[in-house]
């Protein structure tokens, strides 16, 4: 079982900077993804950024050139979001998500951007 737990999120304004962490833990026998999804009121959830365990990084378009996603150089199972330049559209309840044995979600981190 993993344990998934994710801090960071909170209220800030138009063009302001945001970081979420996320730190899994548990019985983990590899990880190939951990990313980052996002769901605003009223919408499905969608992926915003996600890293391999080679490094290798993707972001969906609406983020691209804003948030970047880092894994922590020592403890491999940590991830960061960096939000930079964030936009109202971006406020919704973010959600820490690893792809590997096990796979898992975290419960979730409310990000709120006002105009």
């Known amino acids: 079982q993993v344990q998934l737990v994710e801090s960071g999120g909170g209220l800030v304004q138009a063009g302001g900077s945001l970081r979420l962490s996320c730190a899994a833990s548990?019985?983990?026998?590899?990880?190939?993804?951990m990313g980052w999804y996002r769901q605003a009121p009223g919408k499905q959830r969608e992926l915003v950024a996600g890293?391999?365990?080679?490094?290798?990084?993707?972001y969906a378009d609406s983020v691209k050139g804003r948030f970047t996603i880092s894994r922590d150089n020592i403890n491999k199972n940590t991830v960061y979001l960096q939000m930079n330049s964030l936009k109202p559209e971006d406020t919704g309840v973010y959600y820490c998500?690893?792809?590997?044995?096990?796979?898992?979600w975290g419960q979730g981190t409310q990000v709120t951007v006002s105009s």
């Open positions: 998500w690893i792809s590997g044995t096990p796979s898992g």
């Open positions: 890293i391999t365990s080679a490094g290798g990084t993707s």
């Open positions: 548990g019985s983990i026998f590899s990880i190939h993804v």
